[in-house]
């Protein structure tokens, strides 16, 4: 008599392991290729959540910030121009602040309200690369989803909490325009206001020391009368004005700007005693609240032109080699698999330095350089955005005409 053993049935719990396996990998999935991305997937998502829903706040801040800077130096610096610098001088650097003025606010607010462009929905006719995997619907070549606009964006270079929009192919001229023209206006400020800023610390006690010094050493020249209103500054330099001042120093105003040395610039005397007044009442005045204005301008205008300046020199890194910010990550991953493989990676978008800034800018020559890039002017990109060659036309100068810009 034989007795057959029944083997066990471990269909069913294999088949539901693979289940639960299957599962588990499904809702952890991600297309992230290192655990350092996985780490900083959170702090993504909160960019992402500040970017959405206080970018209208950002902008305001932006305007208000602007706003006070031209108060502010309309108020204690111009002043300052026309008293320290000749006529021509003076006339020119205001100009010149005016003009970048004109240019900030002008690319400001076409960064902020252009769209930066959308792809059709309908791209039947029109050369796709992919399917968007957040929007399922075709993607041009270097379009790109925006987690933040909850879109796609064409040619898209990044989401810019700063002016609340994406930085694509129709405002990428206006971004790259308004990063320049604001880089040269805080250091325009900063260089101009320098002289008055490092008054702000260093005027109060040469004042104190120039004080001293004429009644000590020039009291057989000041007559009692005079002798006096030194004395009178002396005890109440707090509630001090410009006419106080002018009474008390008249007519030995020479000899104390002398000992209380001031920018020149060619100026004479009795200038350089006005330069002088108006010092006093910024830099030295108790009661005047120009100074710490003028302080956190300074500060202001110089912290702005150093993380201005890095993500300015980023964007003329990325225009020169004919890239955008999310292509230069996947172009450098290329790189690296290109370089392993023993071949060379080419940016299939990178026309040359000149070349791609003239297709950023949209200029071909110096008359249209002057047109489209020194003057404020309302133009669109050339092209669709869906469409990219991947090679610049032998007479560059035609395509572009022929895209009517002028």
């Known amino acids: 008599m034989r007795i057959h053993f029944r083997r066990p049935d471990f269909s069913g719990i294999k088949l539901r392991w693979r289940y639960l396996k299957l599962c588990y990998l499904s809702l952890t999935y991600n297309t992230y290729s290192s655990a350092t991305e996985v780490l900083f997937e959170p702090i993504i998502t909160l960019v992402d959540f500040v970017s959405r829903w206080f970018g209208f706040a950002f902008v305001t801040l932006v305007t208000i910030l602007v706003a006070y800077v031209v108060v502010v130096y309309y108020s204690i610096a111009v002043p300052y121009l026309i008293l320290a610098f000749s006529s021509i001088r003076a006339g020119i650097t205001i100009f010149y602040g005016h003009y970048l003025l004109i240019m900030i606010s002008f690319h400001y607010f076409k960064?902020?309200?252009?769209?930066?462009?959308?792809?059709?929905?309908?791209a039947s006719e029109r050369a796709v690369t992919s399917v968007c995997k957040k929007c399922i619907l075709p993607k041009p070549p270097r379009a790109h989803h925006c987690s933040v606009c909850k879109n796609c964006v064409l040619k898209m270079d990044h989401h810019c909490p700063w002016i609340n929009n994406c930085v694509g192919h129709y405002n990428h001229r206006y971004f790259i325009?308004?990063?320049?023209?604001?880089?040269?206006?805080?250091?325009?400020?900063?260089?101009?206001?320098?002289?008055i800023f490092t008054e702000c610390f260093s005027f109060h006690n040469r004042m104190q020391?120039?004080?001293?010094?004429?009644?000590?050493?020039?009291?057989?020249?000041?007559?009692?009368?005079?002798?006096?209103?030194?004395?009178?500054?002396?005890?109440?330099?707090?509630?001090?004005?410009?006419?106080?001042?002018?009474?008390?120093?008249h007519p030995k105003i020479e000899i104390f700007s002398h000992v209380v040395p001031v920018a020149r610039h060619g100026k004479s005397?009795?200038?350089?005693?006005?330069?002088?007044?108006?010092?006093?009442?910024?830099?030295?005045?108790?009661?005047?609240?120009?100074?710490?204005?003028?302080?956190?301008l300074w500060f202001l205008c110089a912290g702005v032109t150093v993380a201005l300046g890095a993500l300015?020199?980023?964007?003329?890194?990325?225009?020169?080699?004919?890239?955008?910010?999310?292509?230069?990550?996947?172009?450098?991953?290329?790189?690296?698999?290109?370089?392993?493989?023993?071949?060379?990676?080419?940016?299939?978008?990178?026309?040359?330095?000149?070349?791609?800034?003239?297709?950023?800018?949209?200029?071909?020559?110096?008359?249209?350089?002057?047109?489209?890039?020194?003057?404020?002017?309302n133009m669109s990109p050339i092209g669709d955005g869906l469409v990219w060659d991947k090679h610049i036309d032998k007479n560059y100068s035609d395509s572009l005409y022929a895209n009517g810009h002028k």
Not at 111 to 122: F, L, Y
Not at 216 to 241: G, K, P, R, T, V
Request: hydrophobic letters at 40%; a neutral charge.
């Open 111 to 122: 960064a902020v309200r252009t769209n930066p462009g959308r792809p059709p929905k309908d």
């Open 177 to 195: 325009s308004f990063c320049i023209f604001m880089l040269l206006g805080t250091i325009f400020v900063v260089t101009t206001t320098w002289p």
């Open 209 to 249: 020391f120039a004080m001293d010094y004429l009644k000590d050493f020039f009291i057989e020249d000041i007559s009692d009368d005079e002798n006096e209103n030194l004395d009178y500054m002396n005890e109440n330099q707090s509630s001090l004005n410009k006419k106080d001042i002018s009474n008390a120093l």
């Open 269 to 296: 005397a009795e200038d350089t005693g006005e330069i002088f007044q108006y010092l006093y009442s910024v830099c030295y005045t108790a009661n005047s609240g120009a100074k710490g204005n003028l302080i956190f």
């Open 312 to 377: 300015t020199a980023i964007q003329f890194r990325l225009v020169s080699l004919g890239e955008t910010s999310i292509e230069k990550l996947i172009n450098d991953k290329e790189f690296r698999k290109a370089k392993k493989l023993g071949l060379k990676f080419n940016n299939p978008y990178h026309l040359g330095f000149r070349n791609n800034w003239k297709m950023i800018l949209m200029f071909h020559d110096l008359r249209s350089f002057f047109l489209n890039v020194i003057l404020p002017r």
